[in-house]
């Protein structure tokens, strides 16, 4: 059974820094691309970032020069580093494989920016 639980979300002020963590369980990290999503309130879940299985990143425009996506296999963990926060970075945070697969989904990580 895959568990990925997220963690590390808060609250920050705009132009402050998060960094996101996903440990996994139940699967090999290494055998997956990986991305980061997130849902905020009244809108669907949306793509942030993903990481191919050889470390190659890829971002949506909205967070492009300001996330960094990375993963250490070793650890079977993925993370997220947040730079130059804005309000509209306020969601919740999950990690999911990508493509996502349903039955991955974790409870995610309240990430809140303040203006």
């Known amino acids: 059974q895959v568990q990925l639980v997220e963690s590390g979300g808060g609250l920050v002020q705009a132009g402050g820094s998060l960094r996101l963590s996903c440990a996994a369980s139940g699967m090999m990290l290494s055998f997956n691309a990986m991305g980061w999503y997130r849902q905020a309130p009244g809108k669907q879940r949306e793509l942030v970032a993903s990481?191919?299985?050889?470390?190659?990143?890829n971002y949506a425009d909205s967070v492009k020069g300001r996330f960094t996506i990375s993963r250490d296999n070793a650890k079977n963990t993925v993370y997220l580093q947040m730079n130059s926060l804005k309000p509209e970075d306020t969601a919740v945070y999950y990690c999911?494989?990508?493509?996502?697969?349903?039955?991955?989904w974790g409870q995610g990580t309240q990430v809140t920016v303040s203006s």
């Open positions: 999911n494989r990508y493509p996502s697969i349903t039955s991955w």
């Open positions: 990481i191919t299985r050889d470390g190659r990143p």
